[in-house]
């Protein structure tokens, strides 16, 4: 089955840092790919997307690009905020699966200023 | 605000009772889920609703029971809680299908859910 997964967390970071969160996946066809953000006590944002491969989806200065040959989705950020700290998730929604997004379990980002 | 919009947004109950968790968007989506989240488990799906008048099971759905009363509405009910349903329900909503594009889920902002 679909399956999505992430570096675990928690991830710190000091204010301008690099960022890199990987995401790995495992689907059948050729899948839809996914990052949420989740700010404390909110629910899930949709952050980007991208889908096919070597389309690289972009917001508010992250990215990420679909590396159909590594099976991969990495989220990156050339320089981060204090305001990035959040849990991010990857998720896929594959070809078989019109409905439903299959999520990774989430990396907790703390952002120190 | 357009978007998904649940209630309550925090709820304590003890073991064995039952209680219904309301779900509501105004964007005219057509299919809507529920989700759980737990600590280092990520997101589960409990159940979905493709469209209006169909539900069907998602990978937790044991405990739980669905209504999709009319294109906007999509509750969860917990007839008998126990303490291993204690968890943040998220309820989301997403576009028709097929149509050749690719939505995200919108997302709305949580139950927090405690059974003692």
């Known amino acids: ?113 | 605000n357009a978007g998904v919009t649940q209630t309550p947004k925090f709820q304590v109950l003890k073991t064995g009772q039952s209680m219904t968790l309301q779900c509501a968007q105004d964007m005219n989506h057509n299919s809507m889920y529920w989700y759980r989240q737990d600590p280092g488990m990520g997101l589960r799906l409990i159940y979905y609703s493709a469209s209006e008048g169909t539900t069907d099971k998602g990978e937790v759905p044991n405990g739980y029971n669905v209504s999709r009363l009319n294109k906007r509405e999509f509750s969860l009910r917990l007839e008998s809680a126990a303490p291993s349903q204690t968890s943040v329900y998220f309820c989301a909503s997403s576009e028709a299908l097929f149509t050749g594009q690719t939505y995200g889920y919108t997302f709305g902002s949580g139950t927090r859910l405690t059974v003692v």
């Not at chain 1, 000091?14 to 629910?43: D, H, K, M, R």
């Not at chain 1, 997307?49 to 990215?63: L, P, Q, V, Y």
């Not at chain 1, 590396?67 to 959040?86: I, M, N, P, Y």
């Open chain 1, 1 to 113: 089955g679909d399956s999505v997964t992430q570096m675990e967390g928690p991830v710190t970071l000091s204010e301008e840092a690099f960022l890199t969160i990987n995401c790995t996946y495992t689907a059948t066809g050729y899948p839809s790919l996914f990052w949420y953000v989740q700010y404390p006590g909110e629910g899930l944002q949709l952050l980007l997307k991208a889908t096919k491969a070597d389309d690289k989806g972009s917001n508010k200065g992250f990215e990420a690009t679909y590396r159909k040959e590594t099976t991969s989705f990495h989220l990156e950020k050339g320089s981060v905020q204090v305001s990035d700290s959040a849990v991010y998730f990857c998720a896929l929604r594959s070809g078989g699966s019109n409905y439903k997004l299959t999520f990774g379990k989430g990396t907790l980002l703390t952002v120190n200023p």
